[in-house]
């Protein structure tokens, strides 16, 4: 039998610009994330002036937003992605956090564990970590709180 398709309407950001675009799924192959962290880990020369996220520890801050998420067990709720060049580079490492599309930049190790536990698992985003000029949020900062699957509380 074939997969069911669905027509869905994505939004991205680029550049802090928004970008619509229409796509084709199979709602049948989906999976069932809630949030989708993008964590930039592009590498570029050392020479580049704009600098890279990989070399300010992307794969880093990567690495630890999948052990942080496993640890809440919100592996399989919360996917943490590989991004490319997020086109904010002097703000690296960029991570931006779907559906809500808010972007985070200068994250580091020691960043993670707030970012769950306030934004992810309580739906607060964290506003020291912010980028400005985010008016597709139009003020808003906060969004749907995850919790904790039953078995943590
Ligand atoms: S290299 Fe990370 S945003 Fe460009």
Redesign the pocket.
């Known amino acids: 039998m074939p997969p069911e398709f669905c027509h869905i309407e994505v939004n991205c950001v680029a550049g802090l610009g928004r970008i619509t675009s229409r796509a084709l799924v199979a709602s049948t192959a989906m999976a069932p994330f809630e949030r989708h962290l993008f964590i930039?880990?592009?590498?570029?020369a050392c020479s580049s002036p704009?600098?890279?996220?990989?070399s300010k520890g992307?794969k880093d801050v990567r690495d630890a937003f999948k052990k942080a998420l496993a640890a809440v067990k919100l592996k399989g709720v919360v996917r943490a992605n590989n991004?490319?060049?997020?086109?904010?580079?002097e703000?690296?490492?960029?991570v931006v956090v779907y559906p809500e599309q808010v972007w985070y930049g200068g994250v580091t190790v020691a960043d993670v564990d707030e970012i769950v536990a306030q934004h992810i698992i309580g739906g607060e985003f964290v506003q020291r970590l912010m980028l400005p000029n985010q008016e597709h949020l139009a003020g808003v900062l906060s969004g749907p709180a995850l919790g904790v699957p039953a078995d943590e509380n």
């Open positions: 930039c880990v592009n590498e570029r704009k600098g890279c996220c990989f992307g991004a490319g060049c997020l086109d904010i580079c703000a690296g490492v960029a």
